[in-house]
């Protein structure tokens, strides 16, 4: 399967923006989804991730309250929508997908960025203060 982030850009501190991830050679339907950032000199860091079924989210503490994950797997899409964006959420953003599937996806895996199998390019997302 291949992925393509998009919907980043530049935004004043408070602002808000949605990613979306899009895949295509194969339906995403069975793969859980997380997405990933990685600012200049860190190391790439967990944000949020979904179950293929939508019933599990799992957040990183510095996004909670402020990010939403949502899937919709008849347009073999994925989004993260970001609200109340601060300067430190100032990174290169990554969607990936993990071919686990099943109902059980533990937050261990969802936020480890080595179980998942398929990444797509970054979009960068530029939070001004």
């Known amino acids: 399967v291949q992925l393509q982030a998009f919907g980043g850009g530049l935004v004043q501190a408070g602002g808000s923006l949605r990613l979306s991830c899009a895949a295509s050679?194969?339906?995403?339907?069975?793969?859980?989804l997380g997405w990933f950032r990685q600012a200049p000199g860190k190391e790439r860091e967990f944000v949020a991730a979904?179950?293929?079924?939508?019933?599990?989210?799992y957040y990183a503490d510095s996004v909670k309250g402020r990010f939403t994950i949502s899937r919709d797997n008849a347009k073999n899409t994925g989004y993260l929508q970001m609200i109340g964006l601060k300067p430190e959420d100032t990174a290169a953003y990554y969607c990936a997908a993990n071919s686990g599937g099943g109902w059980f996806f533990s937050f261990s895996v969802a936020s480890v960025a080595s179980q998942y199998d398929y990444w797509g390019q970054g979009t960068q997302v530029t939070v001004s203060s």
């Open positions: 979904i179950s293929w079924n939508s019933i599990i989210t």
């Open positions: 050679g194969r339906t995403l339907n069975g793969y859980h």
